[in-house]
């Protein structure tokens, strides 16, 4: 797949090589990776939440974050010791959130080859 993108007059190409969409809840996660011009992979990472309007209508809200390859391993590895910290320290019933489902990703998962 590739997409056309017109930025400032200059045309910039995306091709996208893999996507998975991970549901959480009310959330999902999208992890999309892409290749520049010069076919350098890298991830982005969108987090959509359904958001409902008082009038009924929902609208989705979105965050996306950019990973190029040289900071895969520093990602991975901070990402890997907070989640771990979580697990080892969060205290018993303090999970206040309204949606219990967990999906556990592991980051190995995301790795581009």
Same mark, same amino acid.
Do not use: C, W
């Given at each position: 797949? =590739? @997409?056309?993108?017109? &930025?400032?007059?200059? =045309?910039?190409?995306?091709? +996208? ?7 959480? %809840? ?11 011009? &010069?076919?350098?992979?890298? *991830?982005?990472?969108?987090? @959509?939440?359904?958001?409902?309007? =008082?009038?009924?209508?929902? @609208? #989705? ?5 950019? *990973? #190029? ?8 590895? %901070? *990402?890997? +010791? $907070? $989640? @771990? ?7 018993? %019933? ?10 556990? $990703? =592991?980051?190995?998962? *995301?790795?581009?080859?």
């Amino acid at each position: 797949m =590739e @997409s056309t993108d017109k &930025k400032d007059g200059m =045309e910039r190409f995306k091709e +996208e090589i893999f996507s998975k969409a991970v549901r959480a %809840g009310k959330r999902t996660y999208f992890f999309d990776v892409k290749a520049t011009r &010069k076919n350098e992979y890298y *991830l982005t990472v969108t987090e @959509s939440k359904k958001k409902f309007e =008082e009038n009924g209508k929902f @609208s #989705y809200e979105k965050h996306k974050i950019f *990973l #190029y390859k040289e900071d895969f391993d520093k990602f991975a590895d %901070g *990402l890997a +010791e $907070v $989640v @771990s910290f979580i697990k080892a320290n969060q205290p018993a %019933g303090d999970d206040d959130r309204d949606d219990k489902k967990y999906v556990n $990703v =592991e980051f190995e998962d *995301l790795e581009v080859k």
